[in-house]
C-alpha cells in the first residue's frame, strides 16, 4: 500500500522559512502521471487547507492566496516532493499534510486518495 | 471563512440516520465540479469516504453515501454508530484554480 511520510523542523522563527519534505514509498512518482502531489494543512482546531499541487512533470498549482509564499518541487531521484513557505508568521502554525490527488483528465478536480499522518509544525521566536 | 459551507456540528442516536450538507455556488459546487467527502476521526489524517459525489473507496461501508444536487451536496449516515463520531470535511474546486474544502462538521452520537 502507498505511503506518504511528511518530516522536517517543529519548530520555525517568525518571519523564517518554513520546509516540509513528503517521502512516497511503495509508488514511484516518476512512472505514473496519474496523481498529483499535495500539501494541506490544518490549525489547531480548524480546518482544512489546501496549500498546492505538484505534477510529476513539475507542473505546480498553488492556492492564490498563498501563491506568493509557497514553494513546492519534486525529487524523482528520492522519490519525494517538497514544500517552502516563506515568511512565516503565527497564522502559518498547523498540522501539514501530504496527499495523493487523483488526476481524471481535469487538473485539480479529483479526490486526496492516500494521506500522510502529518507533522505539526509552529512558528515561535 | 470556507468557500464552502457545512454545519458545524450535528448529532444522532446509535442507529439513526445523520445527513451533512455541503453548499457552494455558482463558482465551484454549481459549476459542476465533484464532491469528495473525507472523515478525519479524533488525532488522526483525514481518510476519503465519498469521492466523485456519490462513489465509496473499497472498505468504506454503505452505510455512507452521498448526493449531490444544484450548489449543494450531502453526506448521509445511516445506522449510526460510536465509531462514526468523527470530524467531516466537503472538497470540491473553485474556477478560481483552487481546490476548496468546507470547514468541516462535528459529528456526536448521542
Known amino acids: 500500500q502507498v505511503q506518504l511520510q511528511e518530516s522536517g523542523p517543529g519548530l520555525v522563527k517568525p518571519s523564517e522559512t518554513l520546509s516540509l519534505t513528503c517521502d512516497v514509498s511503495r509508488y514511484s512518482i516518476s512512472i505514473s502521471s496519474d496523481y498529483y502531489w499535495g500539501w494541506i494543512r490544518q490549525p489547531p482546531g480548524k480546518g482544512l487547507e489546501w496549500i498546492g499541487n505538484i505534477w510529476q512533470s513539475g507542473t505546480t498549482y498553488y492556492n492564490p492566496s498563498l501563491r506568493s509564499r509557497v514553494t513546492i518541487s519534486v525529487d524523482k531521484s528520492k522519490n519525494q516532493f517538497s514544500l517552502t513557505l516563506s515568511s512565516v508568521t503565527a497564522a502559518d502554525t498547523a498540522l501539514y499534510y501530504c496527499a495523493r490527488q487523483e488526476y481524471g483528465g481535469l487538473s485539480l478536480v479529483d479526490a486526496f486518495d492516500i494521506w500522510g499522518q502529518g507533522t505539526m509544525v509552529t512558528v515561535s521566536s | 471563512q470556507s468557500v464552502l459551507t457545512q454545519p458545524p456540528s450535528v448529532s444522532g442516536a446509535p442507529g439513526q440516520r445523520v445527513t451533512i450538507s455541503c453548499t457552494g455556488n455558482s463558482s465551484n459546487i454549481g459549476a459542476g465540479y465533484d464532491v469528495h467527502w473525507y472523515q478525519q476521526l479524533p488525532g488522526t489524517a483525514p481518510k476519503l469516504l465519498i469521492y466523485g459525489n456519490t462513489n465509496r473507496p473499497s472498505g468504506v461501508p454503505d452505510r455512507f453515501s452521498g448526493s449531490k444536487s444544484g450548489t449543494s451536496a450531502s453526506l448521509a449516515i445511516t445506522g449510526l454508530q460510536a465509531e462514526d463520531e468523527a470530524d467531516y470535511y466537503c472538497?470540491?474546486?473553485?474556477?478560481?484554480?483552487?481546490?476548496?474544502f468546507g470547514g468541516g462538521t462535528k459529528l456526536t452520537v448521542l
Open positions: 472538497q470540491s474546486f473553485d474556477i478560481s484554480l483552487s481546490v476548496v
